[in-house]
């Protein structure tokens, strides 16, 4: 069974600060895909990252960076120069094809909160 | 254009009863799918319907159904609610069978008392 392991519940950081997030993960899957989310308290999940296993370079959007790190099973989340606005609930996750179904499901991680301040 | 939408967004039911949630995906998106939040944790995969089609089901009780429409919007049943169902309750749409990129709707928040 896959799974995700997110070890922060919480992590504070102060504007313009850069900040990691951890993920870890467990698949014997050899093709994966990793995704991190991020929901503010509307409840919304955005879609901030994506990578794929076969990816030879860290993925990164903007101010979002994967630390993709194949060997230890880890695809931690660097936000650079954070603002108020990326105080939120992060979530890490993992595409999982369902077995002897079609489809796919992602599995995520319990998630961290992220708070930023001024 | 309009983003995953989701009804109805809060709702308060009590034990036994019956709850529908509706879904309509992102235009063009054939491929929608359903989440259960519950507090404090990350989302859980309910089902992912395509074309109309189920394509998966993840471990939740057979109180639980769901069906796609002909414009690929969406319904997720739950019949005898119980205290345990309080969840937000999240759907995403995607244009492809298999997962790409998903976008989520808010959410129906449900709470069964």
């Known amino acids: 069974a896959q799974k995700i392991t997110q070890t922060q519940p919480g992590m504070f950081v102060q504007e313009k600060e850069a900040v990691t997030l951890d993920c870890t993960y467990d698949t014997s899957d050899p093709s994966y895909g990793l995704f991190w989310y991020k929901q503010p308290s509307s409840g919304e999940m955005i879609f901030l990252i994506y990578q794929g296993s076969y990816d030879q370079q860290n993925a990164t959007e903007g101010r979002y960076s994967l630390n993709f790190q194949k060997a230890r099973k880890s695809a931690n989340l660097v936000i650079s120069a954070s603002q108020l606005g990326d105080s939120a609930m992060y979530f890490c996750?993992?595409?999982?094809?369902?077995?002897?179904?079609?489809?796919?499901?992602?599995?995520f991680g319990k998630g961290t909160t992220l708070s930023v301040s001024s | 254009d309009a983003g995953v939408t989701q009804s109805p967004t809060h709702l308060i039911k009590t034990r036994g009863q019956q709850v529908t949630l509706r879904c309509s995906p992102i235009s063009g998106h054939k491929s929608v799918s359903w989440y259960q939040q519950v507090l404090g944790q990350g989302p859980q995969f309910i089902f992912q319907y395509y074309e109309k089609e189920e394509r998966g089901r993840g471990n939740f009780p057979d109180r639980f159904s769901a069906r796609q429409f002909p414009n690929y919007s969406s319904e997720l049943n739950v019949n005898a609610l119980l205290l345990g169902d309080s969840a937000l309750y999240l759907c995403?749409?995607?244009?492809?069978?298999?997962?790409?990129?998903?976008?989520f709707g808010e959410g129906s928040r449900l709470t069964v008392l």
């Open positions: 996750a993992m595409r999982e094809d369902l077995a002897n179904q079609a489809g796919t499901a992602l599995i």
């Open positions: 995403a749409s995607s244009g492809w069978g298999h997962i790409g990129e998903l976008f």
